[in-house]
């Protein structure tokens, strides 16, 4: 964990056994008081990095695998519900929810380049280049709300190392065809 002059917190998962955490200590100790939704999302963060390391899907993969959009996609998705099952919070609550009308226009799009590989400045995760904001995140939290929809027994942790076939066949989204998936 590092500290840094920017606003706010930032982490990535390097490799499987290697998170990254910046933190601004200023703004997290604020005259004398811990700021609460820093906190809140540090706490949101380690976990959400922790899925990430258990996937084994991070920053460096081993040799011969590549970082695909779509794996990538729902990485993201996994890792938000397994943070979010493990802490809650009102405000985290508040800011990792998404509007389906949002990004429902995107999905059959997404559906045609999901099984390319990731560019380092991707704006299908990120958004940009007219895509919401976060674009790829909110798929992923997407497609995993629609598995947990689906079964009962659903696990952020039991699907962790499941491969993108296996989870998008448990989520039925079909990106080309989407009305019959849409939430109710
Ligand atoms: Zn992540």
């Given at each position: 964990?590092?500290?840094?002059?920017?606003?706010?917190?930032a982490?990535?998962?390097?490799?499987?056994?290697?998170?990254?955490?910046?933190?601004?200590?200023?703004?997290?100790?604020?005259?004398?008081?811990?700021?609460?939704?820093?906190?809140?999302?540090?706490?949101?963060?380690?976990?959400?990095?922790?899925?990430?390391?258990?996937r084994?899907?991070?920053?460096?993969?081993?040799?011969?695998?590549?970082?695909?959009?779509?794996?990538?996609?729902?990485?993201?998705?996994?890792?938000?519900?397994?943070?979010?099952?493990?802490?809650?919070?009102?405000?985290?609550?508040?800011?990792?929810?998404?509007?389906?009308?949002?990004?429902?226009?995107?999905?059959?799009?997404?559906?045609?380049?999901?099984?390319?590989?990731?560019?380092?400045?991707?704006?299908?995760?990120?958004?940009?280049?007219?895509?919401?904001?976060?674009?790829?995140?909110?798929?992923?939290?997407?497609?995993?709300?629609?598995?947990?929809?689906?079964?009962?027994k659903?696990?952020?942790?039991?699907?962790?190392?499941s491969?993108?076939?296996?989870?998008?066949?448990?989520?039925?989204?079909?990106?080309?065809?989407?009305?019959?998936?849409?939430?109710?």
């Amino acid at each position: 964990m590092y500290a840094w002059e920017k606003d706010g917190l930032a982490a990535f998962t390097q490799a499987k056994d290697w998170i990254d955490i910046k933190i601004n200590y200023q703004q997290f100790f604020y005259k004398g008081k811990i700021d609460k939704n820093l906190l809140d999302q540090l706490v949101y963060i380690i976990y959400h990095e922790m899925h990430h390391a258990c996937r084994g899907y991070a920053g460096i993969l081993p040799k011969n695998k590549e970082h695909i959009l779509i794996n990538s996609v729902i990485s993201e998705g996994l890792a938000d519900y397994f943070a979010l099952e493990q802490y809650h919070s009102k405000f985290l609550t508040e800011t990792k929810s998404f509007d389906f009308s949002e990004i429902s226009q995107w999905i059959n799009k997404f559906g045609k380049v999901m099984w390319n590989k990731e560019s380092a400045d991707d704006s299908w995760l990120y958004g940009g280049r007219e895509k919401p904001k976060m674009l790829g995140y909110k798929i992923g939290r997407y497609i995993v709300q629609q598995i947990e929809e689906k079964n009962p027994k659903f696990n952020p942790v039991n699907l962790v190392k499941s491969t993108p076939e296996k989870i998008l066949e448990l989520s039925e989204v079909n990106f080309f065809n989407l009305n019959k998936n849409s939430p109710k």
